[in-house]
């Protein structure tokens, strides 16, 4: 007997197809360990940040009265358990004002009235795309960026996501002339565009967006009485100069130039603060019907009172986050500085960025050709040979083939050492071949499993005992 279900359970929007969930299920069936699978694949397609998790867990060992699931926290559990009010804890809403306020380096002022929560960044997306568009409707979003944007933002709302084409030669700038022309050829497909979103710290860039290109931006949004959203959930990641701009610091330096009612911005604990488990999402609109809409809208989606009872305690304590800011900043340097010399060492550069879990890497001299077929080609390659789960530029909307996604905040150094001498082998492997074909025409490089040095001269013998590389024979075919 068959079953006639809806069209969002049976289509494919949640865009689980695609080479940037492929990586992660390469992963999750053949995992690394330092002992236990050393030739597994290493996971560095994920962007969590577990660079700090020491300081949380030593805040937490030191603040049991934090959680009501201990002796010492305990007395508030019946208050705590039984509290429903979608609005959420008032400890809650303002320690989270506050804690934007002071990653934004108290340059701007938040309303704790004005949050609203949600599950996580996904939910604060989505539900602020319900808010703003209607099905059919469209938003402006400039690339490379995110995958999960046309999960969270398409798949159950029905809007569609425009690309702005941003190109490397202009590191991936946004301009205002390809936000007219992204927004010129809605008008000619007769598509209503309804506002533009905004990545600040961008994913996958790893660079934060300058003050002139927001106030050009919202200026553009302003000038077209279209929505701007700025996703600021990877704020308090930057490790370099120039520091974070936050849409709200342009919006208050000029409030009389700019509709607030077009301003929306989303963030996350997800990011900063490495919880994504949390499901802690935010959403801080200048429009009051968007509010009050998004209150009631997170009945969907809210946050465990529980969990807001943690984060209240921990983000008002102002000893821990004047701690925790910069020794994380420090820490994400110093990791995104081991991960891009290593890269360097075998001529691989990537975009110069100051902020996030993540390096935009350039293989585009790898390529057998600048076709994003041969990007695919090379990615199949890294995964199943390499052993390594990077995230090809394609599932980012890149408008040219050949960068790729590098997170490097959610392992540990060992792990990226390896990583790093797995990358070193490879490249070493096809440079060699390349330089030994290159006069026969076209190239085409692909791997088949045998003993790297059954085929590796002498002086290229670097190999790890944790690299899957112990096996691979590179082939020129002409």
Known sequence: MEYTLSKIATNDGHGENSAFFDGWKAYDSDPYHPTKNPNGVI??????????????QEWV???????????EGADDFKEIAIFQDYHGLPEFRNAVAR?????????VRFDPNRIVMSGGATGAQETLAFCLADSGDALLVPTPYYPGND?????????????????SSTGFKITREALETAYKKAQ??????????????SNPLGTTIDKQTLTESLTFTNEKQIHLICDEIY??????QPGFTSIAEIFEENPKSYNPNLIHIVYSLSKDLGFPGFRVGIIYSYNDTVTN?????????LVSTQTQHLIASMLSDDDFVDRFIPESAKRLAKRHEILTRGLAQVGIGSL??????????????????ATFEAEAELWRMIIEDVKINVSPGAPFHCSEPGWFRVCFANMDDEAVRVAINRIHEFVMIVQTKKQRYMRRGKLEVSLSFRRLDEIMMGSMKMSSPHSPMSSPLVRAMT
């Open 99 to 107: 804690f934007m306020e002071r990653v934004r380096g108290n340059r």
């Open 352 to 369: 110069k960025s100051n902020a996030g879990l993540f390096c935009w890497m350039d293989l585009r001299r790898l390529l057998r050709e």
């Open 151 to 167: 999960r969270d933002l398409t798949w159950r709302t029905g809007i569609q996501l425009l690309p702005v084409v941003c190109e």
């Open 188 to 201: 000619d497909s007769n598509i209503k565009v309804k506002g533009l979103l905004l990545n600040n710290p």
């Open 293 to 301: 809409c998004a209150r009631k809208m997170s009945s969907f989606g």
């Open 43 to 56: 996971q560095m397609g994920l962007a969590e940040n577990q660079l700090s998790f020491d300081l949380v």
């Open 61 to 71: 060992k030191k603040n049991p009265k934090a959680s009501i699931c201990t002796n």
């Open 235 to 240: 704020s308090a990641t930057v490790f370099d």
